[in-house]
């Protein structure tokens, strides 16, 4: 009998699904003759860290549960390629996955190709950024954009040392410059 971790997850605390999914993924299991090991019900964007689907992998990794039931694929990858690294590590610690409303059952061999074209999909996916991003920078470069971190405090070293002869503070002259105390220290000190 496989033992079954359950996640479900909404995005902001507006939306009342929690209880739809969680039904919806007990019910599954039980037809599938699962025991429920594990359930997690997590509010928050998919954005911030997700210390709950955290805590369902560890148990993956411990082998307390044989397979991860979730409602909805978005519900589990923050992106395409987050996703496709965590089904590849499930399917590497023996951990099957089942999407509910996709349908998508990890456990079976075509089940098994599906993750296999995401995980392309996912590879065509960072391609396709990667050439973007370097394009960017080639337009920006041929504009004359300056790339890289700003200069700031290297540019304000005549002025800092000017104010400081006057007599001003270094906390009133990285105040008015707008830049941090210790930059003002470094460029005052003696070498």
């Given at each position: 009998?496989?033992?079954?971790?359950?996640?479900?997850?909404?995005?902001?605390?507006?939306?009342?699904?929690?209880?739809?999914?969680?039904?919806?993924?007990?019910?599954?299991?039980?037809?599938?003759?699962?025991?429920?090991?594990?359930?997690?019900?997590?509010?928050?964007?998919?954005?911030?860290?997700?210390?709950?689907?955290?805590?369902?992998?560890?148990?993956?990794?411990?082998?307390?549960?044989?397979?991860?039931?979730?409602?909805?694929?978005?519900?589990?990858?923050?992106?395409?390629?987050?996703?496709?690294?965590?089904?590849?590590?499930?399917?590497?610690?023996?951990?099957?996955?089942?999407s509910l409303t996709e349908a998508l059952d990890l456990t079976t061999p075509t089940g098994r190709a599906m993750a296999g074209l995401l995980s392309v999909f996912a590879a065509f996916e960072h391609e396709i950024l990667r050439?973007?991003?370097?394009?960017?920078?080639?337009?920006?470069?041929?504009?004359?954009?300056?790339?890289?971190?700003?200069?700031?405090?290297?540019?304000?070293?005549?002025?800092?040392?000017?104010?400081?002869?006057?007599?001003?503070?270094?906390?009133?002259?990285?105040?008015?410059?707008?830049?941090?105390?210790?930059?003002?220290?470094?460029?005052?000190?003696?070498?």
């Open positions: 009998m496989f033992r079954v971790g359950l996640y479900a997850r909404v995005s902001t605390p507006d939306q009342q699904t929690i209880p739809l999914q969680m039904r919806a993924m007990r019910e599954y299991a039980v037809t599938r003759g699962w025991t429920i090991a594990l359930q997690v019900k997590k509010v928050g964007s998919g954005a911030s860290e997700r210390e709950l689907r955290k805590k369902l992998m560890e148990a993956a990794r411990r082998r307390e549960i044989d397979i991860v039931l979730v409602w909805l694929l978005d519900r589990w990858g923050r992106s395409l390629p987050d996703l496709v690294t965590t089904l590849e590590e499930l399917n590497h610690l023996g951990v099957g996955f089942v050439e973007r991003v370097r394009a960017g920078l080639t337009h920006a470069r041929q504009n004359g954009t300056r790339l890289g971190r700003p200069a700031t405090t290297a540019v304000k070293s005549a002025e800092i040392r000017k104010l400081y002869r006057n007599g001003v503070s270094k906390a009133e002259i990285a105040r008015r410059l707008q830049i941090g105390r210790t930059s003002v220290r470094r460029i005052l000190s003696p070498t």
